[in-house]
């Protein structure tokens, strides 16, 4: 496992847009996207608040300052930046459009680019550390309804959830690792044939339980934004009405307690945030 901060640094050469999408998305991780602490610590390598907090602030304040970091620092930065800017999930997306998310889709995809020959895929799958299969769960779950829903999406929606879906079915083993424990799947086997049904019961407008429609958005805010675990260089050309629609879509089916359906299945138990 690769976590040592002092290992050799890299300076990467972030334009002042760049530099600030970061820092803006890393600093809604202590404002109105702390739900994202109650899932995606184990996806950086971290297994309680303390060690979330005192990862993610330090590395917002570094690059803020154009320190150079190490490569698994920069994989984790842009994760956490994908996130934070594309899910609505584990994350506040909404908060940063509508009349900016033109805008900085296009900055996300330019520092994309320049994260991308460090191999940061391999460093997250070797970094994570998600609990053992069968871990117990935290008591006291909220019991959040999980009917089915026949919800009505316009095409450009459906099209949207439906190409990403879609990816993943061709290509299971994008995302597997990391992607795999949050929707709740515990064997390449059961993720394959889960992505399918998905995709499947989208094409073919089927009423699903709210869970499984939490699930389809989140692999669908993650295909279309990342490029670590997503198609997210797939859409280029199409960034911005792609960034629109999933707005539209996450308004759409994120209502309700769904946030808590969603966490409450993954494989692992979530991270509880400290009472205030």
Not at 101 to 112: C, G, I
Not at 158 to 181: C, H, I, M, N
Not at 229 to 245: A, E, W, Y
Request: charge should be negative; charged fraction near 30%; include cysteine.
């Amino acid at each position: 496992m690769t976590t040592d901060r002092d290992d050799e640094r890299v300076e990467l050469n972030l334009d002042e847009a760049e530099r600030e999408l970061m820092v803006l998305v890393l600093n809604e991780y202590a404002g109105s996207a702390q739900m994202a602490v109650e899932l995606l610590p184990p996806l950086i390598g971290k297994s309680s608040y303390d060690e979330w907090g005192d990862y993610v602030f330090p590395l917002m304040e570094s690059i803020d300052a154009s320190e150079p970091l190490t490569n698994l620092d920069w994989a984790c930065a842009l994760l956490l930046t994908e996130f934070g800017f594309g899910s609505d999930m584990v994350a506040n997306a909404r908060r940063f459009g509508p009349a900016r998310d033109e805008y900085w889709v296009l900055v996300l995809r330019s520092l994309q680019s320049k994260l991308s020959n460090h191999s940061p895929e391999r460093l997250l799958k070797d970094n994570a550390t998600f609990p053992p299969q069968g871990s117990a769960r935290n008591d006291l779950v909220p019991d959040v309804p999980n009917d089915v829903e026949d919800i009505e999406l316009d095409d450009d929606e459906r099209r949207l959830v439906s190409v990403t879906l879609g990816a993943y079915d061709k290509s299971p083993t994008r995302g597997f690792e990391l992607l795999a424990p949050v929707t709740g799947q515990a064997t390449f086997e059961e993720w394959a044939a889960y992505v399918a049904d998905l995709h499947q019961a989208v094409d073919e407008k089927e009423p699903m339980r709210e869970l499984e429609w939490t699930r389809a958005l989140f692999l669908t805010e993650i295909g279309f934004t990342s490029t670590l675990l997503g198609f997210g260089n797939q859409f280029r050309g199409s960034d911005k009405h792609g960034i629109t629609v999933l707005r539209s879509l996450q308004v759409t089916i994120n209502r309700d307690q769904r946030h808590q359906l969603f966490r409450d299945n993954a494989t692992y138990p979530w991270i509880r945030r400290p009472q205030r």
